[in-house]
């Protein structure tokens, strides 16, 4: 069983930056996104990366104010939010997906593709 640790939220101005954590336990972890659900929305992916190819994904509303990195060693993601706005203000949960068998595709948009989740985080801009 996987478990998966987010830290990081909390509340900030527009404009302010922000960065979330996520820790994942186990072995046989391919990929790990950030996703959101703001009030009265869906969830959406938010980014994603690879830890073996390092490719990375976005949401188009995040797209160059939000970075996702890496450190393998400690199977930790972090999500650099950068240039909050108000419409940033959502729950953020962290996703992790299991290694699939050699050659395996996904899209890393969808919540099926993924194994584990954690309890979210929540971040909330204030204009």
């Known amino acids: 069983q996987v478990q998966v640790v987010e830290s990081g939220g909390g509340l900030v101005q527009a404009g302010d930056s922000l960065r979330l954590a996520c820790a994942a336990s186990?072995?046989?972890?391919?990929?790990m996104s950030w996703f959101r659900r703001a009030p009265g929305k869906e969830r959406r992916l938010v980014a994603h990366i690879n830890l073996n190819t390092d490719n990375t994904n976005y949401g188009d509303d995040v797209k160059g104010r939000f970075v996702i990195s890496k450190d393998n060693a400690k199977n930790t993601v972090y999500l650099q939010m950068n240039s909050l706005k108000a419409e940033d203000t959502a729950v953020y949960y962290c996703a992790v997906r299991e290694t699939r068998q050699p050659g395996a595709k996904y899209s890393a948009r969808e919540e099926y593709e993924y194994d584990y989740w954690g309890q979210g985080t929540q971040v909330t801009v204030s204009s």
């Open positions: 186990g072995r046989r972890i391919s990929a």
